[in-house]
């Protein structure tokens, strides 16, 4: 998991969100790894880069048409991170935690 700090809405509040990623594929036999952490962290955070700190209705073209919410900021994760993997590895969930209570979670 990661964090984010994003800002959204007319008010231009922000919010600290955490995001989860899975992802399946199968377990190399030389590595004992679906995917090296080192790898996915690299793309998480190539991601995390695109929104972390930005003002996502504005700053963010993903969000020029949709509202940043939760369940979009899954969406655009997924959608962002399933061209970066290497072959053979697949996206499975994304979830992202505005708060403890408030959480969203994608599949595809």
């Given at each position: 998991?990661?964090?984010?700090?994003?800002?959204?809405?007319?008010?231009?509040?922000?919010?600290?969100?955490?995001?989860?990623?899975?992802?399946?594929?199968?377990?190399?036999?030389?590595?004992?790894?679906?995917?090296?952490?080192?790898?996915?962290?690299?793309?998480?955070?190539?991601?995390?880069?695109?929104?972390?700190?930005?003002?996502?209705d504005k700053?963010?073209?993903?969000?020029?048409?949709?509202?940043?919410?939760?369940?979009?900021?899954?969406?655009?994760?997924?959608?962002?991170?399933?061209?970066?993997?290497?072959?053979?590895?697949?996206?499975?969930?994304?979830?992202?935690?505005?708060?403890?209570?408030?959480?969203?979670?994608?599949?595809?």
């Open positions: 998991s990661s964090g984010i700090n994003a800002e959204y809405g007319e008010n231009g509040h922000g919010h600290n969100y955490k995001v989860e990623v899975r992802v399946k594929g199968k377990v190399d036999a030389q590595t004992g790894m679906v995917i090296d952490l080192a790898i996915l962290k690299r793309e998480i955070q190539s991601v995390i880069e695109q929104v972390d700190h930005k003002f996502l700053d963010v073209p993903f969000f020029a048409d949709r509202p940043s919410t939760v369940e979009n900021i899954c969406i655009f994760f997924w959608e962002q991170l399933e061209t970066r993997l290497p072959g053979g590895v697949r996206m499975n969930k994304v979830k992202v935690y505005e708060t403890d209570k408030n959480v969203a979670a994608y599949k595809g």
